[in-house]
């Protein structure tokens, strides 16, 4: 049988304007190692790594 790229229902865009964070999330992680920033810090790191070099260097300076 022939598939027919019409039929495929995830071709079609996805309106995601309307979506929400689920707020159960939180309940299947270890909260130990999760916290969440605000957006705009959030902005000013590109990725994880960068956030926890920017806390280890705050820690250093507040430890000496």
Do not use: H
Not at 21 to 29: E, H, I, S
Request: overall charge negative; hydrophobic content about 40%.
């Amino acid at each position: 049988m022939e598939k027919n790229s019409d039929d495929d229902p995830l071709d079609v865009e996805i309106d995601f304007s309307q979506s929400r964070p689920n707020p159960y999330w939180l309940g299947v992680v270890d909260r130990r190692r999760v916290r969440l920033l605000d957006c705009d810090i959030a902005d000013s790191f590109p990725d994880d790594t960068a956030v926890n070099e920017a806390l280890r260097m705050f820690l250093a300076t507040r430890i000496k």
